[in-house]
C-alpha cells in the first residue's frame, strides 16, 4: 500500500488519501477498519444523511449457518410458485429489464447442487473467519476471542454475543427444508443439534409460536446493527479516518470519486491511490460508470423489520421460524422480527401483505395489550449476487478500483473478513482466505 499522500489540486476541488472507501455500511466501514490497521490513510464517502443502508434496521444475525447459497435449487420453483402471493416470504416481479433478465439468468445457471457443494465451504470459512474477527473487535466469550478482548475491546457496546441460532419448523414442508439444510451444514463440519419441540423449549421457554421442533446451531451470534455501525464510526474517527458526506455521482479512472455537487469543505471529487466502492445494493450503478464494460450482476433485495418493546417476552437466543421465513432477534430490551425478500428493484412502495406477515408475528411475542404503530416498520435493500457468494476484489481493467458488495443476506455476518480481504490484497501479504472464489473477474 502506498503512503504518498499527495496535496489536494487547485481550489480544493479534489482530495487525496491513500484509500478512498465509497459506502459507510457494515462493509465500508469493516474495510475502512482493516485498512487503518494496515497502516493506510483512510477517507470514507456515504450520503450518511439519507440513511438509506442494509446494514441498519436488519436482523443482526452473524450465521455461519447460513452455508447454503441463496441460489439453491428449489429457489427458483418456489419464487414462481410465490410469485403471485402477495404475503409470501420470497418474491420475484416480472420486469423487462436487461440486468435483472442477466442476473435472473446467471441465478438460475448456479441453481444446481454442484454449485451449492462448492458455495457452501467457501461461505462456512468466510463465516467463521469473520466471527473470529467479530471476536476480536467485540469482545466476544467465543472460541476465537483472545485472552483480555472481552473486557476491553476496541468496539464496546455492540451487544454482540455468541447467542447460538434456533431454527424452527411447524410444517411438514419447513421441517424438511430445516433438515435438510441441517445436514448439509452438518457435512461442512458445523456444531449443530437436532431438537424435538421439548427440546426447543427447554432451550427457549419465551417462544410464543407453534412448533413441532428445530435444529440448534451453536456457532453463531447476534449483534446490534445500529450499535455495531456507530461504534465503528467513533472508533475509526478517533483512528484518523476522515468521513465525508456526499452523495457520488459517478466513478472516473482519472479523478476517483465525483461527487454529486461539493463537500461540506468545497471538494468536487475525491481521490486515493486505491478506490474500494462498497455502496451496497447501488454499487452496479457506479461501477458502470468507469467505463470498463463491466455490468455488475447485483440486484437489490428488499427486506422488511418491524422492533418492538415487549412486556414479558424475555427471549435469548435468535431463531428463523421456517415456515415463515421470519427471523426474531432479542435486542437491547426489544425484539425485531425481520423478513421476506423481494426482487423488485429500488422500488420503495410498502407491500401491505408482506408487512403485516411480519406485523402478525411480532404481535404475538409483544402481546395482545400491546399496539404496534404501523410507520415502525424498517425496509432494505440487500445487495444479492446472482452465486450467492460475495463479490471483493479489483475491478478487471481498472484495477485501483474494488468491489466490496453482493453480500446478500449475509452482509453484516462476513463485513469484517471482507474488510480484511480487501486490506490484504492492497497490502499485498498473504490473504487471510483464498479470494479467488470471490473475484469480480468471475462475471465477465
Ligand atoms: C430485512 C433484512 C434483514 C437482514 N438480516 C441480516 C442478518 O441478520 N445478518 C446479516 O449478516 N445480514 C443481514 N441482512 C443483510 C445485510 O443487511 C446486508 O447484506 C448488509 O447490510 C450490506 O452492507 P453494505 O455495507 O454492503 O451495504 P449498505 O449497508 O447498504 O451500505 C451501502 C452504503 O453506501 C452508501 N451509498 C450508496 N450509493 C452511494 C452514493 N452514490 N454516494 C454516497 N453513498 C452511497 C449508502 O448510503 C449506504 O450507506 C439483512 C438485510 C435485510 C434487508
Sequence with gaps: MHTDSRSSEAGRTSGRADVVVLGGGAVGLSTAWYLVEAGARVTVIDRMSAGDKASTGNAGMLVPSHVIPLSAPGVISKGLRWMLSSSSPFHISPRLNLDFLRWLW???????????????????????????????????????????TASTPPLPGTGYSRTGLLMLHRGDVARRDN??????????GLDLRRLSEAEARALEPDIRTNITGGVFYATDAAIHPERFLAAMETALRARGVEFVDASALRLDRQVGVVLDGTAEDGRRSIDGDFVVVAAGAWTPGLIRTLGTGLRL????????????????????????????????????????????????????????????????????????????????????????????????????????????????????????????????????????????????????
Design 106 to 148: 446467471i441465478f438460475a445457471r448456479h441453481a444446481n447442487p454442484k454449485h451449492v457443494a462448492y458455495g457452501i465451504p467457501i461461505l462456512r470459512d468466510l463465516s467463521m473467519e469473520s466471527l473470529r474477527l467479530f471476536d476480536t473487535l467485540c469482545g466476544g466469550d467465543g472460541p476465537g476471542a483472545s485472552p483480555g
Design 179 to 188: 433438515l435438510h439444510e441441517a445436514d448439509l451444514a452438518e457435512g461442512a
Design 297 to 444: 450482476p447485483v440486484e437489490p433485495a428488499r427486506g422488511y423489520s418491524i422492533t418492538v418493546k415487549t412486556h414479558d417476552a424475555a427471549i435469548r437466543i435468535p431463531s428463523v421460524l421456517m415456515d415463515e421465513r421470519i427471523t426474531v432477534t432479542p435486542m437491547a430490551g426489544e425484539i425485531r422480527f425481520s423478513g421476506t425478500l423481494t426482487l423488485s428493484g429500488f422500488n420503495t412502495r410498502v407491500e401491505a401483505r408482506r408487512v403485516e406477515s411480519v406485523r402478525h408475528l411480532a404481535q404475538l411475542y409483544a402481546g395482545p395489550s400491546l399496539t404496534i404503530e404501523k410507520p415502525g416498520v424498517w425496509a432494505g435493500f440487500r445487495p444479492a449476487s446472482p452465486d450467492g457468494l460475495p463479490i471483493i476484489g479489483p475491478v478487471p481493467g481498472a484495477e485501483r478500483f474494488l468491489l466490496a458488495s453482493g453480500h446478500g443476506m449475509l452482509g453484516v455476518t462476513q463485513a469484517p473478513i471482507t474488510g480484511h480481504l480487501i486490506a490484504d490484497i492492497l497490502s499485498e501479504r498473504t490473504p487471510i482466505l483464498d479470494p479467488r472464489p470471490l473475484l469480480p473477474s468471475r462475471f465477465i
